[in-house]
C-alpha cells in the first residue's frame, strides 16, 4: 500500500517495527511451543504496570467469527450510553493504529511511541514477550491513562491463554464457534470451545451466541465449573426480522419477559443478526448489573454501529462487496447474503488467502456455480499466499480465472468483468484483501471514512 495509506510519523513507524520485532515468539510461529503458554509473562507485565487492566470495567469477547463485530456493536452501545468508551480489537486492516480507540478514535502516533518507550525496557529483559502481549499491554495502559468508562476487549486467538485473558470482565461473550487455528486449539470443536471457554470467569455473567450442539456443551459445562451464570442469546431473545435490504436490516427482539426491542442494524448478512443477538443479550446482562443503558442508547448503538469489510457494500452499480471471510463457516455465510441481496447474479470473485488456508475450501464453501470469474491477487500482508497459487487453486476447480498482482489492479478487473456480466463483485478470502480494495475503492482508511459519509464525489477517480 502506499504512503498515503498509513501512518508515515518516523517515531511512531520506528515503534511499531520495534513491536513486530517480536512477533517470532507468537503462538502461531512457535507451535511446537504453543502447548507451553501460560498468562505467567503477562500477568508480570501487567503487575509491573501497576494493572491498568483493573482500572475500568471490562466485556470480554472471544468466538472464531463474529467477535470484532459484536465488539463494535456493544462498544458502539456504550458509547450511546454517554460513556467514554475503549476498544481493542484485532488485526488491523491498513494501520496498527486502528487496534486500540477511544469513542472511535484510533490511537495518536505519539501515545504508540510513549506507550512503547515504557515498554521497551521490559520486553528487553523479558525477550521471550509476543508482539500481541505488548500491544495488549499498551492498550490496557493507554486506556487507564485516558480515564476510560468502560473497556470492550476481542480476544486474539482463542481465549484460555490468550494475552487479553488477564482481565476479570463483566460480561464475558462468546460468539460462533467453528474450525480454525486448529494446530493451536485443537483439531475437534469440543477442543477449540474449551479454548473459548477459557475466558469464563468464576461467578462473572458469559453470554453465548448460537452454537452447534457441541460446542454449546462445552460452554454450558465450563460455565457450571466455574459457578458463572450462562445466557446463552436464543434462549433468551426471539429473533425476527422485520426487513433486510442492502441498505440493512431491520430487526425486534422478543424478550421472555418485557417488551420486544426494535432495531435498525446497518451491517449486512444473516450472520450479523446473530452477532447482534449475542450483543443485545450482552447488553441486557449490563443493565440487570446495574449499568445504566437506556433502550435509546441500545438502539441508536446499533443503528450507528461502524464495522468494515464484513459484508460492506462500497457500491450499487455494479455492486460491490468487501468481506473479510477467511473459513469455511464465514464464507458459506458471505455465499448466503450474495444469493438473498443478489438473487441470480453472477459474481466476480476478487480472491486472496493467507498461506495457511486451503483456498479450494473457501470456494466451495463460498458456492462455486454463481461464480463468472475468478480474480486471484495478493494483499501486501507478509503471509498472503502467492498469486499464482491462488489462481492455480481457483482453476483447479474449474473456474475462470484472472490473476492480478495487486489489489488495485484487481479491483479495475472485477469492475470490468462484472458491467460486462451483469454482475456482483466480491472481495474476500482474507481481511487484509478486503481491507486493500475498499482503500482502493474509497481512497482513505476506514476510520477517515466510514462508508455513511462518503458521497460519490470523495471516491477515487477511475474507478466508478
Known amino acids: 500500500m502506499s504512503s498515503w495509506q498509513r ?4 517515531a511512531y513507524q520506528a515503534a511499531v517495527d520495534y513491536l513486530y520485532r517480536f512477533l517470532h515468539n507468537s503462538r502461531v510461529r512457535n507451535l511446537e511451543r504453543a502447548r507451553f503458554f501460560t498468562l505467567d509473562r503477562m500477568r508480570a507485565l501487567m503487575a509491573a504496570l501497576g494493572h491498568p487492566e483493573r482500572a475500568y470495567p471490562i466485556v470480554h469477547i472471544a468466538g472464531t467469527n463474529g467477535k470484532g463485530s459484536v465488539a463494535a456493536m456493544v462498544a458502539s452501545v456504550l458509547q450511546h450510553a454517554g460513556f467514554r468508551v475503549g476498544l481493542y480489537t484485532s488485526p488491523h486492516l491498513v494501520d496498527f493504529v486502528e487496534r486500540i480507540r477511544i469513542d472511535g478514535v484510533p490511537i495518536p502516533p505519539d501515545e504508540v511511541v510513549h506507550g512503547v518507550a515504557q515498554l521497551r525496557g521490559w520486553a528487553e529483559a523479558h525477550p521471550d514477550v509476543s508482539t500481541f502481549e505488548l500491544a495488549t499491554a499498551l492498550a490496557f495502559d493507554y486506556f487507564a491513562r485516558q480515564d476510560v468508562d468502560w473497556a470492550v476487549v476481542e480476544v486474539g486467538l482463542g481465549g484460555r491463554v490468550d494475552a487479553t485473558n488477564v482481565v476479570l470482565p463483566e460480561v464475558s461473550v462468546i460468539t460462533a464457534i467453528d474450525y480454525d487455528h486448529m494446530a493451536l486449539l485443537g ?12 475466558i ?6 458469559a453470554v453465548s451466541a448460537s452454537q452447534r450442539p457441541e460446542a454449546l456443551a462445552v460452554l454450558r459445562e465450563v460455565a457450571q465449573q466455574q459457578a458463572a451464570p450462562f445466557f446463552y442469546a436464543p434462549e433468551h431473545l426471539q429473533l425476527e426480522v422485520l426487513a433486510d435490504t442492502p441498505k440493512g436490516q431491520h430487526l425486534r427482539f422478543r424478550p421472555r419477559q418485557g417488551k420486544p426491542i426494535d432495531i435498525e442494524l446497518p451491517l449486512l448478512g444473516p450472520y450479523q443478526r446473530e452477532n447482534a443477538l449475542a450483543a443485545v443479550q450482552a447488553i441486557r446482562v449490563l443493565q440487570s448489573r446495574g449499568v445504566a443503558i437506556t433502550q435509546q442508547a441500545l438502539q441508536q448503538g446499533l443503528r450507528h454501529v461502524h464495522w468494515p469489510c464484513r459484508f460492506e457494500l462500497l457500491h450499487d452499480a455494479p455492486p460491490l462487496v468487501v468481506d473479510g471471510a477467511h473459513t469455511p463457516a464465514a464464507a458459506r455465510a458471505l455465499g448466503e447474503g450474495l444469493r438473498h441481496y443478489f438473487p441470480g447474479r453472477p459474481w466476480v470473485v476478487i480472491f486472496g ?3 495457511t488456508k486451503d483456498p479450494q475450501n473457501l470456494l466451495h464453501a463460498l458456492g462455486t456455480r454463481p461464480i463468472a470469474q475468478v480474480v486471484a491477487t495478493q494483499s501486501i500482508h507478509p503471509k498472503a499466499m502467492a498469486v499464482d497459487q491462488v489462481a492455480q487453486a481457483a482453476r483447479g476447480l474449474g473456474l475462470p480465472t484472472h490473476a492480478t498482482a495487486t489489489v488495485e489492479e484487481a479491483l479495475t478487473a472485477a469492475l470490468a468483468t462484472a458491467r460486462r456480466v451483469h454482475g456482483v ?12 480494495v475498499r482503500v482502493a475503492w474509497t481512497g482513505e482508511p476506514w476510520w477517515r471514512a466510514p462508508l455513511r459519509s462518503l458521497g460519490r464525489a470523495q471516491l477515487r477517480p477511475g474507478l466508478v
Open 187 to 198: 483439531p475437534t470443536l469440543r477442543d477449540i470451545a474449551h479454548e473459548k471457554a477459557g
Open 7 to 10: 501512518v508515515t510519523d518516523p
Open 425 to 436: 463483485v466480491v472481495a474476500m478470502g482474507s481481511l487484509f484483501v478486503a481491507a486493500g
Open 353 to 355: 488467502v493467507s498461506r
Open 200 to 205: 469464563i470467569k468464576p461467578e462473572r455473567p
